[in-house]
């Protein structure tokens, strides 16, 4: 018995051992295998381990979808809340490594997948918030860069012209050898890493320094010099090499990066550069023109002037009078001529041109030299007149400004996220309108800008009631939604904005009401919040006509001509009045092709100043 129970407990106590002792190598295993599992991870050892049935496709998120279909030129659906631009997103890198895989990395990690099956764009969707952005084959066809944004919200009309007058890229082996060093560069820092491969990298360092030299001296296809395509041949097989070579994706990927940061660092010192050139030609008036006023002063002043003989009609108020400020000669020479063409009668108009001390005596021959059927033309230094208010200050002429207005476009929603338009209002110089014409009752102010093609008689009989300035409203632009740059002044939210161009101004009701005193006190307040009088124009403009706005019918007057490439033809040619709001001037070089003939067709074409001078070509 006691024999019996002394064997017993052996028996028992062995399988118990072994149990813990399976038990604290499996927590050993545990532990060492935690620790291993980063260490994997921080070495970048996980890269080595593939799945066999990877394929890239499978990694194609919708961030690298658009990048792709960018870099293809593809077009893309996308929404407007997603309007962020993908190629900058790409050049900055993921974090979580959804855009960071290439083409080299695709070779490495698995199955190739046909170009077709990763560059198919999207299917169109129902949602009415996606638009559809187009590739850009005529800049008709949309407003709307790749970002989804406008061209002009950004650049304004520059924009729209750059595209108008984009050329086809000729010099396709100037193309293709800034491709393959493009390429190159992206490779040769990897490559120069490896001891392997040294005679490889002095190769690629030698063709990245032949095509550097060789685009150095040449801009164009004709520049290269004979033996090019021998020098591409052999850089497009080092390039062939270095691609079969495996190599660290991560180094390759930072180059191209570094390589895209500053070729679009380049192409946005250029567009700004182009935008201001642009603006520039905008500004500054064309070296013809400039002759024709050199010439007409320096002929002014040798030849003798007699007295106006239609100088009694100047301050009849029961005429026509119709008012331009204008520093241009022939501008303003079109809009007298373009109206006293279509004029019933011509014998009752009398024109009041105030000009700049500079161009003064220009017009002043000009007019003198023309005939105007029988119209009466008078032509007003604004630097030299003589008012009571402005005793102490010179007055300098200020021309009529324009403001770019973006906005949604909802009614077409094809042409892009946002509209602009140019909206024309009084300068400083319109509200001394009664000061200067104290014996006119009502005046038709016109713009340098614009071309009548009707008779305007039927203008003179509007009863406008107690109402001061006849405009065309622009109510696309409601003074609610400039509640922020109107500032806390009592308005009417729902009104609409005016347009200058074509205005009826009531002088008795003008005086009456006191307009230019209302303009003169809102200048003041809101200078001192815009920081400037220019900025501060529009909202005065707005304010001060308030509740005193005759609204003229819409047909009256075809705007957008100096700034939209997409105007009817057949609107065009039945409008009584043409406007070239916008910076694409008539008389620029830059205005819009197609509209320039109906401007240049009131031009004496047969004077022979502007044969001298070179307007005609």
């Given amino acids: 018995m006691k024999s019996g129970g002394l064997g017993a407990v052996p028996s028992y106590g062995v399988p118990a051992k072994r149990r813990w002792r399976g038990f604290v190598i499996a927590v050993l295993g545990l532990v060492i295998l935690s620790m291993l599992v980063p260490l994997v991870f921080l070495l970048g050892l996980h890269n080595g381990f593939h799945s066999p049935g990877y394929i890239y496709e499978q990694r194609n998120t919708p961030s690298t979808q658009k990048v792709i279909e960018t870099f293809d030129r593809h077009d893309v659906s996308h929404n407007e809340d997603q ?82 007058h984009r050329e086809v890229m000729k010099d396709a082996m100037v193309k293709k050898l800034k491709d ?94 182009s935008a201001f050139l642009y603006k520039l030609n905008v500004l500054t008036m064309p070296k013809s023109f400039h002759c024709l006023a050199l010439k007409l002063t320096v002929e002014y002043f040798k030849s003798s002037h007699d007295e106006d003989a239609d100088s009694e009609k100047f301050e009849d108020s029961s005429l026509h009078h119709y008012v331009i400020f204008s520093n241009n000669v022939l501008a303003a020479s079109v809009v007298i001529n373009s109206t006293v063409t279509h004029a019933k009668v011509s014998r009752n108009q009398v024109f009041h041109v105030l000009s700049d001390g500079q161009n003064y005596y220009a017009m002043k021959l000009w007019f003198k030299m023309n005939n105007y059927g029988e119209a009466a033309v008078q032509v007003l230094n604004v630097e030299h007149l003589e008012m009571d208010s402005l005793k102490d200050n010179q007055l300098q002429l200020s021309l009529p400004e324009e403001f770019r207005v973006s906005f949604r476009n909802n009614d077409n929603p094809s042409m892009g996220q946002f509209r602009t338009e140019y909206v024309s209002i009084f300068s400083h110089s319109h509200y001394l309108l009664p000061d200067i014409f104290r014996k006119l009752k009502k005046v038709i102010v016109l713009d340098d800008d614009v071309v009548i093609q009707q008779d305007l008689s039927a203008l003179w009989n509007l009863d406008m009631g107690d109402k001061v300035n006849g405009a065309v409203q622009f109510c696309s632009v409601r003074l609610g939604q400039l509640k922020s740059y109107l500032g806390e002044k009592g308005f009417n939210h729902n009104s609409c904005a005016w347009m200058s161009g074509l205005n009826i101004i009531n002088l008795v009701k003008w005086r009456e009401f006191g307009i230019t005193q209302t303009y003169k006190r809102l200048i003041k307040e809101l200078s001192v919040q815009k920081g400037s009088t220019i900025a501060a124009a529009w909202p005065a403009s707005l304010l001060a ?73």
Avoid at 208 to 229: C, K, W, Y
Avoid at 553 to 582: F, M, Q
């Fill in 545 to 617: 006509f308030e509740n005193k706005i005759y609204p003229l019918n819409e047909s009256w007057v075809r705007s957008g001509l100096g700034h939209d490439y997409n105007v009817d033809s057949n609107s065009i040619k039945t409008a009584p009045v043409l406007h070239y709001n916008g910076k694409m001037k008539p008389w620029l070089d830059l205005g819009i092709p197609n509209y320039k003939s109906y401007w240049k067709k009131f031009l004496n074409k047969e004077n022979q100043l502007l044969s001298e001078c070179n307007v005609n070509s």
């Fill in 83 to 164: 309007s962020e631009d993908v190629m900058k997103s790409y050049t900055r890198g993921d974090k979580n490594g959804t855009i960071k895989r290439g083409a080299n990395e695709e070779k490495h990690r698995g199955v190739k997948v046909p170009p077709k099956a990763v560059l198919q764009p999207p299917p169109p969707s129902n949602n009415p918030k996606v638009v559809r952005t187009e590739q850009v084959t005529h800049p008709k066809t949309s407003s709307a860069d790749e970002n989804g944004k406008s061209c002009e919200l950004t650049y304004g009309s520059y924009c729209l012209w750059q595209q108008e």
């Fill in 180 to 273: 393959q060093l493009f390429v190159a560069r992206s490779y040769y820092p990897s490559i120069a890493k490896l001891p392997a491969q040294d005679k490889l990298s002095r190769e690629l360092k030698q063709n990245i320094q032949e095509l550097e030299h060789m685009l150095s001296e040449s801009s164009t296809d004709a520049d290269l010099p004979p033996h090019v395509e021998t020098k591409s041949e052999k850089m497009e097989v080092a390039i062939a090499k270095a691609k079969s070579v495996p190599v660290v994706c991560d180094n390759v990927d930072k180059k191209l990066r570094q390589i895209y940061d500053l070729t679009e660092d380049e192409a946005d010192f250029h567009m700004k550069q």
